[in-house]
């Protein structure tokens, strides 16, 4: 599970992935799945919720839309 290190403290944060799902996607596409490679993933999905959550916000809703992921080049 991927951890979030608060000052000296490290949290573990929940697993939002189906591991065996990613993994089977990852072996069709040819490629091995490395030990860390899910709490990589994980880590990056909580990062990109967060990014979402900011932007609905700043754009005075609440509401999550799909838009709100997509990040601009």
Not at 6 to 21: I, M, P
Not at 34 to 52: E, F, R, S, V
Request: charged share 25%.
């Amino acid at each position: 599970m991927a951890k979030k290190k608060a000052g000296k403290q490290t949290k573990e944060l929940e697993s939002l992935v189906v591991g065996s799902k990613v993994k089977a996607l990852i072996k069709d596409a040819g490629c091995n799945t490395a030990g860390d490679a899910l709490d990589g993933l994980n880590g990056w999905l909580y990062w990109l919720i967060q990014q979402a959550t900011k932007r609905a916000e700043a754009n005075g809703r609440k509401t999550v839309r799909a838009h709100d992921f997509i990040l601009p080049m």
